[in-house]
């Protein structure tokens, strides 16, 4: 079985002597394309250290991640960026939406970069938009939209240029309970329409209840990975 997500023995320590944090211990995972999966655990458990070193956003003490086959602890920053660019799509719990820019132009973003031409980028735009629920709202900024829908501008930006990878960090946690769970119906129904890997944190047990497979951390290691 090819993974799309693989890690071996990745470990995370900040600090060190008498401050060392053991944030990751020897974490081992294995995920498939389409898999939905909830990352839980109390507050400090690792969650958002095993996604940011999944994503290549941080690097690890030790131990590899494997994504679509390649091992990213050995690309050039380079070679990184663009392999994040073009497989992996981040969510945020704040959004992290460029506020000048309008909800098209957020989407487009990440699309200029890949030099797609303006004609596809407004048809993807377009498409996306329809997807999450919010076509008509194209041409308005971060500050004139709520919250939720902020996040499905994020989600919809993350899964445009079309990546083998979603990683979301708590994507619900700015979000009253109802517009979470409606979010996280979204992120399922496009996991399952697209067949995308989507990986996300959560302290919410309802929120956990929606995953097909929960991997809890405790003190940096994983304590149960289960299918349900
Ligand atoms: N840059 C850093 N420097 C030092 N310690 C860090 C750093 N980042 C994280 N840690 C520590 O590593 C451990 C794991 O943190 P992490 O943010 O991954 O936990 P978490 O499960 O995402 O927590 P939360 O649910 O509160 O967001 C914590 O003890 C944290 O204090």
Known sequence: MKHVIKTINLTRHFGEGAT?????????INVERGEFIAIIGPSGSGKTTLL?????????????????????SEMS??????????????VFQSYNLIPVLSARENIEYIMLLQGI??????RRVDNILSQVGLSGMAQRRPAQLSGGQQ?????ARAMVSNPSI???????????????????????RLNEQENMTF??????PKI????????????????EDFVK
């Open 52 to 72: 940011q070193l999944v994503g290549g956003l941080d690097n690890a003490s030790s131990g590899n991640v494997i994504l679509d086959q390649k091992n990213i």
């Open 166 to 188: 979603i990683l979301a960090d708590e994507p619900t946690a700015n979000l009253d309970s109802h517009t979470g769970m409606s979010l996280i119906e979204m992120m399922k």
């Open 199 to 204: 990986v996300f944190s959560t302290h919410d």
């Open 20 to 28: 060392l944090v053991r944030a990751l211990e020897d974490v081992n």
């Open 208 to 223: 956990m209840d929606s995953a097909r497979r929960i991997i809890r951390l405790e003190d940096g290691r994983v304590v």
């Open 77 to 90: 920053g380079r070679e990184l960026s663009d392999f994040r660019r073009d497989h992996i799509g981040f």
């Open 151 to 155: 996040q499905r501008v994020a989600i």
């Open 117 to 122: 031409g303006a004609k596809e980028r407004r």
